[in-house]
């Protein structure tokens, strides 16, 4: 549910950055749209964008508040409270946000529901936590 919201939450910034950028461009968003998903390159270049700006996102939401929009909502933390405050947090992060873009933000976090425990966190020696 935490990745169905973050994604939702990259989704809305996309849609405002559109607005924004038909605005200062003074045009209609769906001609910006129809110029940018007219060939099969320009849909790749935009899906190769997205997963950065997802990459990027979760790494500074997590490295900030310890969460993302996502995991706040659902009462999940990454790493325990001590761990946060050590100078490998950042590094851990990094390595965790980066596996899951690299392995398509699905495979992991699929694999990990079917084994009943948190796969990336294992691989990566930072876990993610519930609240509750």
Same mark, same amino acid.
């Given at each position: 549910?935490?990745? @169905? ?17 038909? &605005? *200062? ?5 769906? +001609? ?10 320009? $849909?790749?270049?935009?899906?190769? $964008? ?5 990459? @990027?996102?979760?790494?500074?939401? #997590? ?13 999940? /933390? !990454? %790493?325990?409270?001590?761990? #946060? *405050?050590?100078? /490998?947090? +950042? &590094?851990? @992060? =990094?390595? #965790?946000?980066?596996? $899951? +873009? @690299?392995? %398509? +933000?699905?495979?992991?976090?699929? !694999?990990? !529901? ?6 990336? %966190?294992? =691989?990566?020696? &930072? /876990? ?5």
């Amino acid at each position: 549910m935490a990745s @169905v919201i973050d994604g939702l939450v990259l989704i809305a910034i996309s849609c405002a950055f559109l607005v924004l950028f038909s &605005l *200062l461009m003074k045009t209609n968003a769906s +001609v910006v749209i129809k110029n940018y998903f007219h060939t099969e390159s320009q $849909i790749m270049l935009l899906v190769e $964008i997205y997963a950065v700006s997802a990459w @990027v996102y979760l790494i500074a939401t #997590r490295v900030l508040t310890g969460s993302s929009i996502g995991e706040w909502a659902c009462n999940i /933390r !990454l %790493g325990q409270p001590h761990e #946060r *405050l050590e100078t /490998r947090y +950042v &590094l851990r @992060v =990094l390595a #965790r946000s980066t596996l $899951i +873009v @690299v392995t %398509g +933000v699905v495979t992991l976090p699929a !694999l990990s !529901l079917i084994l009943g425990g948190d796969l990336t %966190g294992k =691989l990566c020696g &930072l /876990r993610l936590f519930s609240l509750k």
